[in-house]
């Protein structure tokens, strides 16, 4: 017998590992996440399941050695395979001892995603880079692409499904007032927290009857016609044992709060805040919200069903929770485009009879980019719900808080096994607009990676045409999905399902043909009314270039938080959460560190990955930190050595410009300062703006702030006021982000370095790139023309789209205003050059002479695309440009001391007493 060769031995191996995770047990690779030693098997362990979770892991890959040889096709397709595994299950009557693990592969939504890893997603050659990942991200993202449902009491049912009842939510029947309409009424802004059930004349009590809603223009109920079901009965034989309804979802929003007493709660959060809210009081019944400990034990209690059992699969999104192995299925078939004969999808011993009606009626064969999103959904309710008269589109859910969302709640024990909740409608309407373009996208753009395709269809800027995003899935849905291809692909499906799982029945082509035809229309009547999603904010169209004033702000930022750690962690924890989603940390954005205010050591360094970010950020480590916080030490010798330090590095790297500088301080609530320690910050404060002129500082304070006037720039726009009362922790995020917004993205001539010694020097650059209608705005700070007589600012664009360049002395947003103060040029493949000659004439003092405010707008789609560097360009479509200058000064505030003695006398006391004091 003759030897195989080692490449056929090394490719048989791949093909397996992709392949176990298409059998009906749990791979050794996946143990890991079901072991109670590791402690993955429990989601507060796990990391948020967010989209900035799941784009942070996706680059770490795609960034790595291993990951860099993964085009986008070999990405997507080794991550399903070696991810994701639908219909894992927590046996309760199981106890976890030494080699038993209690969970096994027993969902429904297993058989599905058998055949679609089988059959119509083939397996590449490819092996996903384990190694580039920890075990928390492996588990992580293990979680967030495989679809299951706890659906066993875990315990925690009474303080959680109770904010979720019908009772207090609004009738799935009656139409949901908009939040202007609730704002009118109540004289309020955002909607509170979920309230106990109360009658309200806008909010009907359940009558416990849903059985027969009267569907109407204005309460569009989801029930199927009589029509409908008189012809299923009369094509079945079969007696009318049940109406086939399916119900509308209603999604509510909750918010995580701070009480008067400083303590944590949250209730859950709902994937809609459009709707009635009772308004609770906080300050003095804790009993209507839902207290979250540290850590939650969810785990199975029992054999008896939750009231709200659990949906494992998605992730949190700005425009709905979305089942996201959907979207990259649809990614990978429509990559990879086929369409199967129900004779090669179904196996001969199967249960043939639908196969041989469907084969005679000439039924269509099954196309992989429906079979991986919609289609495949539907078919699934079409055979486990159509026999039992429950098809139900839509199911109530919702998010154990928004801020840190592990945990997605169904509303009803009802929809256990419901395929169609509204994250999975999200995923299969979004992965199969992927699906439809994702080809024409890749050859305009080659190299696009799936971390793109993802952040970018999730984003306002949407892929390519503006109207390729997720804010507009509705309006999209009928072209993307006719009913002319979902009524025949859901049955075809159907067909190649039924035989392969445990359906409740055994139907014939006809009945499997009529249940998809009802299940389809209803789908198409449920989206555009019953998927209560957030409406896209920016209106522009393909080939828009009127960007000008409508343009967003792109954040860049590198933000240092100095917390006292008598905060509660998880309120903490929220509340950085909800400001890194704000200034989008992430490798083209921002970056964040997190100081602990006691003693300045690092809780996090600094990182722009999210998953990062969550892995130091733990209770264990925030908790072994003594807490407290002191002011004076940080202002006095911490932060300015940590800034001056970070001078000279750049100083050494040539740095040219890039994100800018900004600390936020949360001291503790109440938090008082002595009048010495207040005045020695104070001079502190005056020292550090003379030596890091670039630096911003914020304080979040839950008292009155005018102690702190003096320890900022703008006292009235720089110190921020912690909200402890409804919607604490959005409002206080929303302002978080409003006040970094205006820190400028920085100019530096890097060879001052901290000691502010010029150097001569040529030229100086950095490249830089821009989103589609956004916009980057910089500052070069007077220091660095105050002494200069030939300094010069040179924007460069590189050919690759229209950028309309602004300058300005005195306006902090060049680009949005039309003062004299304000020149602009458009620039492709030229130049924008700024004189600093003489810049400061006339000024006394540094401080006097106003900075140069530079901003770089990109105002059209683009036609080429050719961004390919990784460290700049979030997207190949970005419009690439590059900042220079040439003889640029150093004349620091420090050194211009020199020349006034009252002032350098005041500075020596200054420099000697902080030293003194903190010794």
């Known amino acids: 017998m003759s030897e195989l060769s080692p490449l056929f031995l090394l490719v048989v191996a791949c093909l397996s590992q992709g392949q176990e995770n298409a059998l009906q047990r749990i791979p050794d690779s996946l143990i890991e996440c079901y072991n109670t030693s590791t402690g993955l098997n429990n989601k507060e362990n796990l990391l948020p399941m967010t989209l900035q979770t799941?784009?942070?892991?996706?680059?770490?890959?795609?960034d790595s050695e291993e990951g860099r040889n993964l085009n986008l096709?070999?990405?997507?397709?080794?991550?399903?395979?070696?991810?994701?595994?639908?219909?894992?299950?927590?046996?309760?009557?199981?106890?976890?001892?030494?080699?038993?693990?209690?969970?096994?592969?027993?969902?429904?939504?297993?058989?599905?995603?058998?055949?679609?890893?089988?059959?119509?997603?083939?397996?590449?050659?490819?092996?996903?880079?384990?190694?580039?990942?920890?075990?928390?991200?492996?588990?992580?993202?293990?979680?967030?692409?495989?679809?299951s449902i706890e659906k066993y009491q875990r315990g925690d049912e009474g303080t959680t499904c109770n904010k979720l009842s019908t009772s207090s939510l609004v009738s799935p029947f009656f139409r949901r007032k908009r939040q202007a309409?609730?704002?009118?009424?109540?004289?309020?802004?955002?909607?509170?927290?979920?309230?106990?059930?109360?009658?309200?004349?806008?909010?009907?009590?359940?009558?416990?009857?849903s059985t027969s809603p009267t569907a109407t223009e204005?309460?569009?109920?989801?029930?199927?016609?009589?029509?409908?079901?008189?012809?299923i009965l009369?094509?079945?034989?079969?007696?009318?044992?049940?109406?086939?309804?399916?119900?509308?979802?209603?999604?509510?929003?909750?918010?995580?709060?701070?009480?008067?007493?400083?303590?944590?709660?949250?209730a859950v959060d709902h994937e809609d805040s459009d709707v009635i809210q009772e308004d609770v009081n906080s300050d003095n019944d804790d009993s209507s919200v839902l207290e979250i400990p540290d850590v939650v034990n969810r785990q199975t209690t029992s054999s008896v069903l939750s009231d709200c059992p659990v949906e494992n699969g998605v992730i949190h999104t700005r425009w709905g929770a979305v089942s996201i192995s959907s979207v990259i299925a649809g990614i990978v078939s429509g990559l990879e485009?086929?369409?199967?004969?129900?004779?090669?999808?179904?196996?001969?011993?199967?249960?043939?009879?639908?196969?041989?009606?469907?084969?005679?009626?000439?039924?269509?064969?099954?196309?992989?980019?429906?079979?991986?999103?919609?289609?495949?959904?539907?078919?699934?309710?079409?055979?486990?719900?159509?026999?039992?008269?429950?098809?139900?589109?839509?199911?109530?859910?919702g998010w154990n808080n928004t801020g840190i969302p592990r945990w997605y709640f169904i509303q009803s024990k009802d929809d256990t096994n419901n395929p169609m909740t509204d994250p999975d409608i999200r995923g299969g309407i979004d992965g199969l607009t992927l699906a439809r373009n994702i080809m024409s996208w890749q050859s305009q753009a080659t190299g696009l990676r799936l971390s793109e395709v993802l952040d970018l269809y999730y984003s306002e800027t949407g892929l390519f045409q503006n109207r390729f995003r997720a804010c507009q899935r509705k309006n999209n849905f009928a072209g993307v999905a006719p009913s002319s291809e979902m009524e025949p692909q859901t049955t075809s499906f159907g067909v190649v399902l039924d035989p392969q799982s445990l359906t409740p029945a055994l139907l014939s082509y006809n009945v499997i043909s009529n249940y998809s035809s009802v299940a389809s229309r209803q789908l198409v009547t449920y989206v555009p009314s019953g998927l209560q999603d957030p409406l896209?904010?920016?209106?522009?169209?393909?080939?828009?270039?009127?960007?000008?004033?409508?343009?967003?702000?792109?954040?860049?930022?590198?933000?240092?938080?100095?917390?006292?750690?008598?905060?509660?962690?998880?309120?903490?924890?929220?509340?950085?959460?909800?400001?890194?989603?704000?200034?989008?940390?992430?490798?083209?954005?921002?970056?964040?560190?997190?100081?602990?205010?006691?003693?300045?050591?690092?809780?996090?360094?600094?990182?722009?990955?999210?998953?990062?970010?969550?892995?130091n950020l733990t209770q264990a480590n925030y908790s072994s930190v003594p807490?407290?916080?002191?002011?004076?030490?940080?202002?006095?010798?911490?932060?300015?050595?940590?800034?001056?330090?970070?001078?000279?590095?750049?100083?050494?790297?040539?740095?040219?410009?890039?994100?800018?500088s900004a600390v936020l301080f949360i001291p503790p609530q109440g938090y008082s300062i002595s009048d010495a320690d207040l005045q020695a910050s104070i001079n502190s404060f005056q020292n550090f703006k003379l030596r890091v002129p670039d630096v911003k500082f914020f304080y979040l304070l839950t008292g009155n702030g005018a102690r702190f006037n003096n320890l900022v720039d703008d006292h009235n726009r720089d110190i921020l006021t912690l909200n402890t009362g409804l919607t604490a922790l959005e409002t206080t995020s929303s302002s978080i982000s409003q006040a970094l917004s205006r820190v400028q993205r920085r100019i530096i001539n890097s060879n001052c370095g901290s000691d502010w010694q010029h150097r001569s020097y040529t030229s100086a650059q950095f490249s830089d790139a821009i989103d589609p209608s956004t916009v980057n705005i910089y500052r070069l700070h007077a220091n660095y023309f105050f002494s200069s007589t030939s300094g010069k600012i040179k924007v460069q664009g590189s050919g690759s789209g229209s950028l309309r360049v602004c300058s300005s002395r005195r306006s902090e947003s060049p680009h949005n205003v039309t003062t004299s103060d304000v020149t602009c040029k458009v620039i492709n493949s030229d130049s924008y050059e700024i004189s600093l000659s003489s810049a400061c004439e006339g000024y006394t003092y540094i401080s006097q002479c106003p900075p140069l405010y530079l901003s770089v707008e990109s105002t059209s789609e683009p036609t080429v695309f050719l961004c390919a560097s990784r460290s700049i360009c979030r997207f190949v479509g970005n419009v690439q440009y590059t900042i220079s200058h040439q003889d640029l000064g150093c004349a620091a505030g420090i050194c211009r001391l020199l020349a006034n003695p009252f002032l350098l006398c005041s500075t020596i006391i200054i420099v000697v007493s902080t030293h003194f004091f903190n010794q």
Not at 241 to 258: A, P
Not at 374 to 390: K, R, Y
Request: net charge negative; glycine share 8%; aromatic share 6%.
């Open 54 to 62: 799941l784009l942070s892991i996706l680059r770490k890959v795609e």
């Open 73 to 147: 096709l070999s990405l997507s397709t080794s991550i399903l395979h070696r991810f994701k595994l639908d219909g894992i299950e927590r046996n309760p009557k199981v106890l976890e001892t030494s080699g038993v693990i209690p969970y096994s592969v027993a969902g429904i939504q297993f058989y599905k995603h058998k055949i679609l890893l089988t059959k119509l997603i083939p397996q590449n050659n490819y092996k996903f880079p384990n190694e580039t990942l920890t075990p928390i991200e492996r588990c992580t993202l293990h979680l967030m692409l495989s679809k």
């Open 181 to 209: 309409e609730v704002e009118s009424e109540s004289g309020s802004g955002s909607g509170g927290l979920v309230g106990p059930a109360t009658e309200s004349t806008n909010t009907p009590p359940s009558t416990g009857d």
């Open 218 to 231: 204005e309460y569009p109920g989801k029930e199927i016609d009589n029509e409908d079901i008189e012809v």
């Open 234 to 266: 009369e094509e079945t034989g079969e007696d009318n044992k049940g109406d086939i309804l399916l119900v509308d979802d209603e999604n509510i929003i909750s918010h995580i709060n701070v009480g008067s007493s400083g303590k944590y709660v949250e």
């Open 337 to 397: 485009t086929q369409t199967v004969s129900l004779e090669n999808l179904v196996f001969a011993n199967d249960r043939a009879n639908s196969l041989q009606e469907a084969i005679a009626a000439s039924a269509q064969g099954v196309d992989n980019r429906w079979a991986a999103t919609i289609s495949g959904d539907l078919a699934e309710m079409v055979l486990h719900q159509g026999p039992l008269g429950q098809m139900k589109i839509g199911a109530v859910g």
């Open 536 to 615: 896209c904010t920016s209106s522009r169209t393909s080939g828009d270039s009127s960007a000008t004033n409508s343009s967003s702000v792109n954040p860049g930022l590198d933000l240092v938080l100095v917390v006292d750690t008598a905060w509660d962690f998880t309120y903490i924890q929220q509340l950085l959460s909800l400001v890194m989603r704000e200034i989008q940390v992430d490798q083209y954005f921002s970056n964040i560190t997190v100081l602990a205010g006691s003693n300045l050591v690092p809780l996090v360094n600094s990182t722009n990955s999210h998953s990062a970010f969550f892995s």
């Open 627 to 660: 807490s407290g916080f002191d002011l004076r030490q940080a202002l006095g010798s911490h932060l300015l050595t940590y800034f001056r330090q970070k001078m000279d590095e750049e100083r050494r790297l040539n740095i040219a410009g890039g994100l800018a």
